[in-house]
């Protein structure tokens, strides 16, 4: 029903930037949470970033408050995720996910499970 595609992603050196994009279709934005999670080599999925529908509300992950931010243009049925001064550690495929029902409480907007779409996933990799 929500088919997400993210882009954006690619080879960057420590301390360079990227712009992550997630387009919806099929559904415009309405009362749902978007995400952007990532996903390392024997890593669980983690939160990088979460925003409510009206972006009044934006979760961030303690290792990257401050570098990353998340933004969403609902005209444009996007999310963006800005990632300034990339890390090494920062490596990893970035999957956007979108959440069809009404997020109140932290879980809601930051664990995996509580999201219904998922992309592709784009890959991030950082050099030193």
């Known amino acids: 029903q929500v088919q997400l595609v993210e882009s954006g992603g690619g080879l960057v050196q420590a301390g360079g930037s990227l712009r992550l994009s997630c387009a919806a279709s099929?559904?415009?934005?309405?009362?749902?949470?978007m995400g952007w999670f990532r996903q390392a080599p024997g890593k669980e999925r983690e939160l990088v970033a979460a925003?409510?529908?009206?972006?009044?509300?934006?979760y961030y992950a303690d290792s990257v408050k401050g570098r990353f931010t998340i933004s969403r243009d609902n005209a444009k049925n996007t999310v963006y995720l800005q990632m300034n001064s990339l890390k090494p550690e920062d490596t990893a495929v970035y999957y956007c996910?979108?959440?069809?029902?009404?997020?109140?409480?932290?879980?809601?907007?930051?664990?995996?499970?509580?999201?219904?779409?998922w992309g592709q996933g784009t890959q991030v990799t950082v050099s030193s």
């Open positions: 099929g559904r415009t934005f309405s009362s749902y949470a």
């Open positions: 925003i409510s529908w009206s972006g009044g509300r934006t």
């Open positions: 996910a979108a959440r069809l029902t009404i997020a109140t409480m932290y879980v809601e907007y930051a664990s995996p499970y509580e999201y219904d779409y």
